[in-house]
């Protein structure tokens, strides 16, 4: 049902946040509905204000009108002590990238798994989804392994640098997910995983502009395998190109990047918004260079 207010002041708190593009889709769909909408972001490093400082800022904020806030690194666990209540997935996850203003009160979703989730489903639907490798288990890597989970798959492997950090998020998935496999594995045994997986979850900062690269030797994947990735600047990571090369199914990072913002605008505005023209505002901006 439609919360419809007269206006919406709309923020995103976090850290070198001034260049997003969420902003200017949440606004772009708000204009296609007829809704004033009105989407600011509260960059950390411009204001020289820390992440624990992320309470102070909801609280003025509420004062001054604000109707919504998504929230990102490095505020998504910080918010978590300031919020009057939060969804069930979202105290799972221990991570909030949404936080509505009702009634004065604060109260915390995570679009960051609906939305990859949303994205597997749209962008690559009825894939197998028994065995799957991801690659990252940080910040990012948590909310698209408790996705990937979420949607039905049944033996995820964990594959980080960090060791001890893999070998906890699968202990915590696990115990979140009991009827489901999630082990940690070593970089060394990616071969070995991917030749038993369906498919391959790209969540590490490698293919970025500022880290250009491979994450896998694409020897290791084949056609029956399906790729996603997270990274979405730029949208054709060399995982990508490689993957559909190599005719494998590929979901790109920006399905995930529109899939948050869509959902996050539906929790804000209880309007259902088009997913499909907030993909292509977003693949515009992103060949605009914004």
Same mark, same amino acid.
């Given at each position: 049902?439609? =919360?419809?207010?007269?206006?919406?002041?709309?923020?995103?708190?976090?850290?070198?946040?001034?260049?997003?593009?969420?902003?200017?889709?949440?606004?772009?769909?708000?204009?296609?509905?007829?809704?004033?909408?009105?989407?600011? /972001?509260? !960059? $950390?490093?411009?204001?020289?204000? /820390?992440?624990?400082?992320?309470?102070? $800022? $909801?609280? &003025?904020?509420?004062?001054?009108?604000?109707?919504? *806030?998504?929230? =990102?690194?490095?505020?998504? #666990?910080?918010?978590?002590?300031?919020?009057?209540?939060?969804?069930?997935?979202?105290?799972?996850?221990?991570?909030?990238?949404?936080?509505?203003?009702?009634?004065?009160?604060?109260?915390?979703?995570?679009?960051?798994? &609906?939305? *990859?989730?949303?994205?597997?489903? =749209?962008?690559? /639907?009825?894939?197998?989804?028994?065995?799957?490798? #991801?690659?990252?288990?940080?910040?990012?890597?948590?909310?698209?392994?408790?996705?990937?989970?979420? &949607?039905?798959?049944?033996?995820?492997?964990?594959?980080?640098?960090?060791?001890?950090?893999?070998?906890?998020?699968?202990?915590?998935?696990?115990?979140?997910?009991?009827?489901?496999?999630?082990?940690?594995? &070593?970089?060394?045994?990616?071969? @070995?995983?991917?030749?038993?997986? +369906?498919?391959?979850?790209?969540?590490?900062?490698?293919?970025?502009?500022?880290?250009?690269?491979? %994450?896998? +030797?694409?020897? $290791?994947?084949? %056609?029956?395998?399906?790729?996603?990735?997270?990274?979405?600047? %730029?949208?054709?990571?060399?995982?990508?190109?490689?993957?559909?090369?190599?005719?494998?199914?590929?979901?790109?990072?920006?399905?995930?990047?529109?899939? #948050?913002?869509? +959902?996050?605008?539906?929790?804000?505005?209880?309007?259902?918004? !088009?997913?499909?023209?907030?993909? @292509?505002?977003?693949?515009?901006?992103?060949?605009?260079?914004?």
């Amino acid at each position: 049902m439609s =919360t419809l207010a007269e206006s919406y002041l709309v923020g995103l708190i976090g850290d070198g946040v001034t260049p997003s593009l969420t902003p200017p889709m949440h606004e772009a769909e708000a204009d296609a509905h007829g809704i004033r909408y009105l989407y600011r /972001p509260i !960059d $950390l490093a411009a204001i020289g204000r /820390p992440g624990s400082d992320v309470g102070t $800022l $909801l609280s &003025s904020a509420r004062e001054l009108g604000f109707n919504a *806030f998504n929230i =990102t690194h490095p505020c998504k #666990q910080l918010v978590l002590m300031h919020l009057d209540s939060v969804s069930v997935d979202a105290e799972r996850l221990g991570a909030v990238n949404t936080v509505l203003i009702r009634d004065g009160r604060f109260h915390g979703e995570n679009t960051d798994f &609906s939305g *990859f989730a949303h994205a597997l489903r =749209t962008g690559l /639907p009825g894939v197998a989804l028994d065995r799957v490798v #991801q690659l990252g288990a940080g910040g990012a890597g948590a909310a698209v392994a408790y996705a990937l989970l979420a &949607s039905g798959v049944r033996h995820l492997t964990l594959i980080d640098l960090d060791a001890e950090r893999t070998r906890e998020r699968a202990a915590a998935l696990a115990a979140l997910f009991p009827d489901r496999a999630v082990v940690a594995a &070593s970089p060394d045994d990616i071969g @070995h995983e991917l030749a038993a997986a +369906d498919g391959l979850v790209h969540a590490t900062p490698v293919g970025m502009h500022q880290h250009p690269g491979m %994450p896998v +030797d694409a020897r $290791l994947l084949s %056609p029956r395998h399906w790729v996603a990735d997270v990274v979405y600047r %730029p949208v054709e990571t060399e995982l990508v190109r490689a993957a559909v090369a190599l005719g494998c199914r590929v979901l790109d990072g920006g399905h995930m990047a529109v899939g #948050q913002a869509v +959902d996050a605008f539906r929790l804000i505005t209880g309007v259902e918004p !088009d997913a499909g023209r907030m993909r @292509h505002h977003f693949l515009d901006l992103l060949a605009k260079g914004l």
